[in-house]
């Protein structure tokens, strides 16, 4: 069974990056057929798709972030990871990883729990 | 983007109930509409996939319909668990996928 795991600072400074780890376990980023994602939830609110790596590196980033995103991915030790620069308070999010169910589908079947980043001075 | 809209936004209802929330997509999408279920604290959980399947586990109480531009998940008998916030996600564009607003159901 599939498990991920967000890791990473819990609070920001404005104007900083916010870096975030997320470590698969159970299965092989490599082995492919699958993208790894990031989705964030504002405090109370909806979903909001960030982007996806793919084992190759292969990267989309929703548009709405695009500047200031990276996803980066480390197939040996089976981690990837997102970088937001130049955060505000509204970064503020509970962020996931995810894996979404191939091209074609693309839904997603396993969630970390989410980690809270606050970004405050 | 294209844009999915739930309603309603909120719901009351009974242990019991049977009840549907329905998802709207600003264009037609085929049959790529996922449901999700989130409670407090947790992270989404996947429902249902590809308009009608059932992800692994789901207890079959939960259906999914539609096609196109309107969807609908349905819950026949509301148990206790069920109480949560509900989630639609379109994969036919998935440059980016979307995300509904959230349809929370609460207890009447």
């Known amino acids: 069974q599939v498990q991920l795991q967000e890791s990473g600072p819990g609070l920001v400074k404005p104007s900083q990056t916010l870096s975030l780890t997320c470590t698969v376990s159970g299965a092989s980023i490599s082995s492919g057929g699958y993208y790894w994602t990031w989705i964030r939830q504002h405090p109370g609110k909806g979903l909001e798709y960030i982007g996806y790596?793919?084992?190759?590196?292969?990267?989309f980033y929703n548009p709405s972030l695009k500047s200031r995103v990276f996803i980066s991915v480390d197939t040996s030790k089976n981690q990837f990871s997102l970088n937001l620069s130049s955060v505000t308070a509204a970064d503020t999010a509970v962020y996931f990883c995810?894996?979404?169910?191939?091209?074609?589908?693309?839904?997603?079947?396993?969630w970390g729990q989410g980690t809270l980043v606050t970004v405050s001075s | 983007d294209i844009q999915m809209t739930q309603s309603p936004s909120s719901l009351s209802a009974s242990v019991g109930d049977r009840v549907t929330i329905t998802c709207r997509a600003s264009q037609n999408i085929g049959k790529y509409l996922n449901w999700y279920q989130q409670k407090p604290g947790k992270a989404p959980k996947l429902l249902i996939y590809?308009?009608?399947s059932l992800q692994s586990g789901v207890p079959s109480r939960f259906s999914g319909g539609g096609s196109g531009t309107d969807f609908t998940l349905t819950v026949s008998t509301l148990q206790p668990e069920d109480f949560a916030t509900y989630y639609c996600?379109?994969?036919?564009?998935?440059?980016?996928?979307?995300f509904g607003q959230g349809t929370r159901l609460e207890i009447e």
């Open positions: 590809t308009t009608s």
């Open positions: 996600q379109q994969s036919y564009s998935t440059r980016p996928v979307t």
């Open positions: 790596i793919y084992y190759s590196g292969a990267t």
């Open positions: 995810a894996r979404a169910k191939d091209q074609v589908f693309f839904y997603f079947d396993s």
